[in-house]
């Protein structure tokens, strides 16, 4: 369905700019299916609030705590956002599967895993196209595999190839043995290769690393090459339209591309808020989509509970900042797309419901919006705001929060 101008509920250039954030893993507590994902008892947020590292003023005073189930925390008397507890519809929880909920589309089955490795057929032709032999093979964690196969892979030329318990197919190579546009290259191939439904992983990344051994380090010149969304998303529909789509972090990456207007990578969640900051200064109608990806890799996955309540500490100063410089015609939205909890056994992410803050000079403030059936709510909002129709998953929330 091709997107017309509806209604809308706003008038004329009355929100002109949404700058939607997504601190990648958040989660907010376990979904009632968790069990069949093994997440029993995962709960991000309440992981990392027992930190004394975590402090979130900014975050409590627009609602965090106000989210129906968040009740490890006293809650904001007088919330500035519009707050709510989003559920995941779709089957799966990484990366790829939430910001494309988010963005309007369900996936009813989950992408391929790989938890004993790829199939020999497969690698053996990938070997062959690249002209390079394979390493591991295995799920693995990203910076033991590189401590455990980097002098291999510095003596022979093999590429690292490994997994892990999300839709991934990830090659490592030292930078100054393999260089990158080789890396890349190698990476561009097994994304080609690594379709339809038995192969199609949502993921090909690209995981560059320096040093000696035993002292390797990975990165920030890693690349994701992600699938094509199989339907239309909010970005098509806001492109289609003539408005801005404006990637921040990674979006881009998990889009694949597609209907992206501009976009800027990041080194880190504070190099990416500093973009989105830059932004704020800069004239522009449509949608900045921002992912801070630190909380998930940096913290999440490495259990560490510390470092992901000082990178929560951390976000929430770049949010005072960002209110600061907002106009009436600013609207932010925070959420997530899974979670990682740090203080679980497990490295992978959990099955949780993710948190959902809406905040505008121009809505409402303090509506509790409850717990929703989808994060493709945000989508249908997002399209509403800009009086836009479009064949995609979701219940607008716009008219609970409007002050029209």
């Not at 099955?351 to 059936?373: F, H």
Request: with cysteine; aromatic share 10%.
């Amino acid at each position: 369905m091709a997107p017309t101008r509806a209604s809308g509920l706003l008038g004329a250039g009355e929100i002109k700019r949404v700058f939607l954030i997504v601190m990648d893993s958040f989660g907010i507590g376990e979904m009632p299916d968790a069990w069949l994902y093994k997440d029993q008892g995962s709960n991000t947020l309440r992981s990392i609030v027992a930190s004394d590292k975590y402090s979130t003023p900014n975050l409590e005073s627009l609602g965090l705590f106000n989210i129906d189930g968040v009740d490890f925390k006293k809650s904001h008397p007088s919330p500035k956002a519009n707050f709510a507890r989003m559920a995941e519809s779709s089957a799966g929880k990484d990366t790829i599967i939430g910001h494309w909920e988010i963005a309007g589309i369900i996936s009813k089955s989950p992408l391929p895993t790989f938890p004993e490795g790829f199939p020999e057929e497969f690698l053996q032709e990938y070997s062959k196209r690249v002209g390079r032999g394979i390493l591991c093979n295995q799920p693995y964690s990203g910076t033991k595999v590189i401590a455990d196969y980097g002098q291999d892979h510095i003596k022979t030329g093999d590429l690292i190839v490994y997994t892990s318990a999300d839709s991934v197919f990830q090659v490592a190579g030292h930078e100054e043995v393999l260089g990158l546009d080789e890396l890349y290259r190698c990476s561009q191939l097994a994304r080609d290769m690594l379709v339809g439904e038995e192969l199609g992983v949502g993921r090909v990344i690209a995981r560059p690393f320096t040093g000696q051994y035993p002292n390797f380090t990975r990165t920030s010149n890693r690349r994701d090459y992600s699938l094509a969304p199989p339907r239309k998303t909010i970005l098509d529909y806001l492109m289609e339209a003539g408005l801005e789509t404006i990637s921040v972090g990674k979006i881009s990456d998990i889009f694949s591309g597609r209907s992206i207007s501009r976009s800027y990578p990041s080194l880190n969640n504070a190099d990416g808020m500093e973009k989105v900051l830059d932004l704020m200064e800069k004239d522009f109608k449509g949608l900045c989509f921002v992912n801070l990806v630190d909380f998930d890799m940096l913290y999440g996955h490495r259990n560490d509970v510390d470092g992901y309540a000082g990178a929560a500490s951390e976000f929430d100063r770049d949010l005072e900042r960002l209110m600061s410089k907002m106009e009436a015609e600013d609207l932010v939205i925070i959420t997530a797309d899974h979670g990682c909890d740090p203080k679980t056994p497990s490295t992978d992410h959990s099955r949780e419901y993710v948190p959902m803050l809406a905040y505008s000079q121009s809505i409402k403030a303090g509506v509790n919006l409850g717990t929703r059936k989808t994060f493709a709510d945000i989508g249908a909002t997002i399209l509403e705001i800009f009086g836009l129709d479009g064949d995609i998953a979701g219940q607008s929330f716009f008219k609970d929060i409007s002050i029209n």
